[in-house]
Every structure is written in C-alpha cells, then in structure tokens.
C-alpha cells in the first residue's frame, strides 16, 4: 500500500481519523516538536500495532529531504488545517513543488481556507476571549527565551485586520508606550503605536487555490468544500 505522509503532525488526530478511508500501507509523521510527536506515535501505534510508523523531526518548511526509512513506494502527502495560508503565495508555490518533488508518482491532500466576509476573518483573528491575541503575544517569550531579550508583554497589544488588496490577515504586535528591549547585542526602540509586523494568513478562492496547484506542477485536481464556501479541502496529483 500507499506511505500516508502526515505534515505538520502535530497529535497525529487528524491522520488517525482518515485510516479507515485512505487504508494506507505506512505512516510517516513529520514535525518540529520531536518530544511531542514522539510521545502521539507512541500513543498511536498502541492503537494501530499492524501499521508501520515512522516519526521525523523535521522543519518542512525549509526542506523536504525524506529518509529511506520512509519508504520508497508511492506516497500521499497530507497537510490538513490551512497552514498553507502562513506562505506568501510564490513561496506557497515553492513549497508545493517541493511537496510534489517528494512524492514521485503519489499525490497530495490538502485543506484551504477560503476567502469569506472581511467581519467574519476579523472577528476569527481578533476574537473576543483574546485566544489569538494570546498566540500572538506569546511570540515575545519565546524570543526572549531565545535570545535574553526584555520584551514585558503588558507594553503590547494584539491588532489583526484583513487586507483585500492581498488577500490576507495580517498579524501586528502593536506598541502601547514608547519602549525599548533590550538583549546581549541589541537594542530595539519603539514609539508607542508603531507595529511589528508577525504573521500573515493568505485566503483563497477555490480557482485561485486550484491555479496555485498547477504553478506547483499538478495536473489533476478535485476540490471539496463545506456548504457555505468556506473551507475546502483538495487532492491534487
């Protein structure tokens, strides 16, 4: 059978719940979390003895370089959720082509989010109990875990807005006072107001999706979507 190639694996949920259907011959998990994807293989396994794993520990962002061990047959890769929306389009497209490149003869499934109401987006990113404010900010620990930096998280605020001209929600970290942080090297000064810019999430139509795929080198696509247009899924080969 088929190597079912789970990217971005995460707790491996949402590939576990696909066996039944997609009947693959071998699982292979990638993601950057080792430890965590370790433990979820673990987990899974114990569910599913007759199924061969493997767990990479792999930042496919920046490459895409499978192992022997992953099996040499042909392969389904798959990338759920709508990740592809966090890459500017051509790197979206070079990404693609990467996924295609490592799956000679195989396919892809992937999920999209979908262009919807500029409301409907704010209120995604910028939601009333503050969950993505909350991811956002937690930007700024991580960097001072990184690099003993003083980032004091109270000094900034969360702003997300859509951009129709791009097609996108943009992420700022906003400035609430005049500031400096401070790190072994470093200075950086902000005036309050002024925004760091930290993440976009492009949207897509279903035909603009569908043109991304055949820049990447797809041929063959069909689309699935939910009955108000505003997740899709694709499988592409």
Same mark, same amino acid.
């Given at each position: !059978?088929?190597?079912?190639?789970?990217? !971005?694996?995460? #707790?491996?949920? +949402?590939?576990? /719940?696909?066996?039944?259907?997609?009947?693959?011959?071998?699982?292979?998990?990638?993601?950057?979390?080792?430890?965590?994807?370790?433990?979820?293989?673990? =987990?899974?396994?114990?569910?599913?003895?007759?199924?061969?794993?493997?767990? %990479?520990?792999?930042?496919? /962002?920046? $490459?895409? =370089?499978?192992?022997?061990?992953?099996?040499? $047959?042909?392969?389904?890769?798959?990338?759920? $959720?709508?990740?592809?929306?966090? &890459?500017?389009?051509?790197?979206?497209?070079?990404?693609?082509?990467?996924?295609?490149?490592?799956?000679?003869?195989?396919?892809?499934?992937?999920?999209?989010? %979908?262009? +919807?109401?500029?409301?409907?987006?704010?209120?995604?990113?910028?939601?009333?109990?503050?969950?993505?404010?909350?991811?956002?900010?937690?930007?700024?620990?991580?960097? #001072?875990?990184?690099?003993? /930096?003083?980032? =004091?998280? @109270?000094?900034?605020?969360?702003?997300?807005? &859509?951009?129709?001209?791009?097609?996108?929600?943009?992420?700022?970290? =906003?400035?609430?006072?005049?500031?400096?942080?401070?790190?072994?090297?470093?200075?950086?000064?902000?005036?309050? $107001?002024?925004?760091?810019? @930290?993440?976009?999430?492009? +949207?897509?139509?279903?035909?603009?999706?569908?043109?991304?795929?055949?820049?990447?080198?797809?041929?063959? @696509?069909?689309?699935? @979507?939910?009955?108000?247009?505003? &997740?899709?899924?694709?499988?592409?080969?």
């Amino acid at each position: !059978g088929h190597t079912l190639v789970d990217l !971005g694996a995460g #707790n491996c949920a +949402k590939a576990a /719940s696909l066996f039944g259907a997609l009947r693959p011959g071998r699982y292979v998990a990638v993601d950057i979390s080792v430890d965590f994807l370790r433990r979820a293989l673990h =987990e899974l396994q114990a569910r599913h003895p007759q199924l061969p794993m493997l767990g %990479l520990g792999l930042d496919f /962002s920046a $490459g895409l =370089e499978l192992p022997p061990q992953a099996g040499s $047959g042909t392969r389904l890769m798959f990338y759920p $959720g709508s990740s592809i929306g966090n &890459f500017a389009p051509p790197a979206a497209v070079d990404f693609l082509r990467r996924v295609r490149a490592a799956a000679p003869g195989g396919g892809l499934l992937i999920g999209v989010d %979908l262009l +919807k109401p500029a409301q409907v987006l704010q209120r995604a990113y910028d939601d009333a109990l503050g969950v993505t404010a909350a991811f956002n900010l937690n930007l700024l620990r991580h960097v #001072n875990r990184l690099l003993g /930096s003083d980032f =004091e998280l @109270t000094q900034w605020r969360h702003v997300a807005g &859509f951009d129709a001209a791009r097609s996108r929600v943009e992420m700022h970290l =906003e400035a609430r006072c005049d500031l400096h942080v401070r790190w072994p090297g470093g200075v950086l000064m902000r005036r309050a $107001g002024e925004r760091v810019h @930290t993440e976009n999430a492009c +949207k897509y139509s279903v035909e603009g999706f569908d043109a991304l795929l055949r820049q990447a080198g797809y041929s063959r @696509t069909r689309c699935w @979507t939910d009955p108000q247009g505003w &997740f899709a899924v694709f499988v592409a080969h």
